[in-house]
């Protein structure tokens, strides 16, 4: 007796049986309990996700509704369906794909215009005496050429009553939108890899064969989403004839890297040892493993990583055994999710860098010393929290450890080597105070001389200072009067924060107009009114996009401000 595959022999036989479509199943249910059964749908999802089952079993429950659990029977009395021995046996015949009422075309090879006319010639044809529809099952509709598409037009918009048509396909944006709107679309949605792995446990449960939860989630992920293609990679580990399944079985078989070593090279990048990451590489390379499917399982291995760091080892997103859980979950502590985020980013950009590199191998060693460079994937946030520095990458000499370590730290006085003193206890910080102008000009110069944004209060002079209303005044030194149009209040603003500290008070700073006059228009080398600049400058301050780039950059300086003329004004003169 020929062999029948999993996929096959194990193929839904209801609406319940269709795994992970529970929406689509239970709105056909009600369809058919309402009576408003359309007359053309359209079915859409990617492979092995059960749109040509659910359309046999429509099918089935439209001409044979006793032989389907929990699907009513169309009520019309001009009707009447045959006996439940007679319905099974049709029921049979559909699920075969046998059966003469439920006629199914593969779009691929049936694209022309002939089929499509030939089809339609034999739709006027009524059903057999049993049953009660002629349903057209078109699989890989897309394929249909543009002639195949206008001719089925007007049949599919108004079939005859005993006609039913249900397309298929995995490219729905093929499909023309004249066809879109005659139909009712269900979109049907990859298989989480949850539910394929508890069908695969059903499955190896009917067949007497034990299996590792590791591989079954293995399998699942493997299946991306398609039961179809986790069931025939199941039937590629039974045909070994090994049992039980286990998760060397399917490494070998599939030629994937092993877990262990992946583990492995992952736990090398995070000691930060380049040269045991290099050597782990060369390791799985030389065990016949291509480079795109190392990169490939890397970059899985490392989503599950980056999937407990953000959502907790107990969340359902992560698609690992309890075993593996525990396992993965301690090696998620040894990374941040950024530094995870950026690992991925970097074998992403790696596997697309590869395709069209004359030496990916030298890309892929490239990326593999990034990736061991721990230190470099620390979350500043931790780093600013005073969390314990990462450990040394092995290999790495002591004195560039300390030397990081010596720059990461806050500068401080280091007292020279030698009998150690007890630390002098601090003395607080005398007070300046107002009544002295020159002394708190000083300090406040030395305060912030080293600060980038306060090089404008060298090109300014103190002015007076009002010691009783804690306002500081000062106005632009000679030789630097446009500086008056450069400095905002909120640079006024952040300089008396600095007064403030200095004089322990509320302090406000006011820049004063320039000094006037002949001989200060002299030295500046000015002819024209020495307030023309300044106040064209104060007017641009206060445009509303410039106040909203100050808002985004409060350390800008504005350089200049023109007023533009009339163009008008300027041809006449």
């Not at 499917?293 to 490392?302: A, G, M, N, T």
């Not at 999710?337 to 191998?361: Q, T, Y």
């Not at 470099?376 to 780093?383: C, F, P």
């Not at 007017?539 to 200049?560: G, M």
Request: charged share 25%; glycine share 6%.
């Amino acid at each position: 007796m020929a062999y029948t595959v999993l996929a096959r022999r194990y193929r839904s036989q209801s609406f319940g049986d269709v795994v992970g479509q529970s929406a689509i199943a239970n709105t056909l249910i009600n369809a058919i309990r309402t009576s408003r059964v359309a007359h053309a749908y359209l079915f859409c999802g990617t492979r092995g996700v059960g749109k040509t089952s659910m359309a046999r079993i429509f099918a089935r429950a439209l001409n044979a509704p006793a032989t389907v659990p929990d699907t009513p029977t169309i009520e019309d009395d001009d009707f009447v369906y045959p006996e439940t021995d007679i319905q099974q046996r049709m029921a049979d015949a559909i699920m075969r794909g046998d059966d003469l009422n439920v006629i199914e075309i593969d779009g691929a090879s049936n694209n022309s215009v002939q089929d499509a006319r030939d089809l339609i010639g034999s739709a006027g044809l009524a059903p057999t005496a049993n049953a009660r529809y002629k349903v057209y099952i078109i699989d890989e509709v897309h394929m249909l050429s543009t002639a195949a598409f206008n001719a089925l037009l007007k049949t599919m918009e108004e079939p005859p009553s005993h006609v039913k048509f249900i397309l298929a396909t995995t490219e729905p944006h093929k499909i023309p939108a004249t066809i879109h709107s005659r139909c009712q679309r269900f979109d049907f949605k990859n298989i989480p890899a949850g539910e394929i792995k508890q069908h695969l446990a059903d499955v190896l449960k009917t067949e007497k064969i034990g299996a590792d939860d590791e591989v079954l989630y293995q399998l699942a992920v493997l299946g991306n989403g398609s039961m179809r293609d986790a069931l025939s990679l199941l039937d590629r580990l039974l045909a070994t004839g090994e049992t039980p399944l286990t998760p060397t079985l399917l490494e070998s078989m599939l030629g994937l890297p092993a877990r262990e070593r992946i583990v492995s090279l992952v736990d090398a990048f995070a000691d930060g040892d380049v040269t045991e990451s290099l050597k782990l590489v060369d390791a799985l390379l030389a065990t016949g493993i291509g480079q795109d499917q190392l990169v490939e399982v890397l970059i899985e291995h490392l989503r599950q990583l980056m999937l407990i760091a953000a959502c907790g080892k107990d969340s359902d997103l992560v698609e690992l055994s309890a075993e593996s859980r525990g396992r993965v979950a301690e090696q998620a502590a040894r990374f941040d999710a950024p530094g995870l985020v950026h690992m991925i980013a970097l074998c992403d950009g790696l596997a697309r860098n590869c395709k069209s590199s004359s030496n990916p191998r030298a890309l892929l060693d490239a990326v593999v010393v990034r990736l061991a460079l721990a230190e470099k994937m620390a979350d500043v946030t931790k780093v600013l929290a005073g969390a314990p520095p990462l450990p040394t990458p092995r290999g790495a000499s002591a004195g560039g450890a300390e030397k990081k370590k010596l720059a990461a730290e806050p500068t401080r006085s280091r007292e020279p080597a030698g009998p150690q003193t007890p630390p002098r206890p601090e003395t607080a910080e005398p007070v300046i105070t107002l009544e002295d102008p020159a002394g708190v000009w000083s300090a406040l110069l030395n305060r912030v001389e080293s600060v980038s944004a306060f090089a404008w209060v060298d090109k300014v002079e103190l002015a007076g200072v009002d010691a009783a209303g804690g306002v500081c005044r000062v106005r632009p030194r000679k030789g630097h009067r446009d500086i008056a149009g450069f400095v905002t209040p909120r640079q006024c603003d952040r300089l008396a924060a600095e007064l403030t500290k200095l004089t322990a008070r509320r302090c406000r700073v006011e820049l004063v107009e320039p000094r006037t006059g002949p001989a200060a228009q002299a030295n500046a080398g000015e002819t024209s009114s020495p307030q023309q600049g300044v106040g064209q400058r104060r007017a641009a301050l206060d445009l509303p996009l410039v106040k909203d780039v100050f808002d985004v950059f409060p350390e800008a300086v504005l350089l200049d401000a023109r007023k533009e003329q009339d163009e008008n004004a300027e041809n006449d003169g």
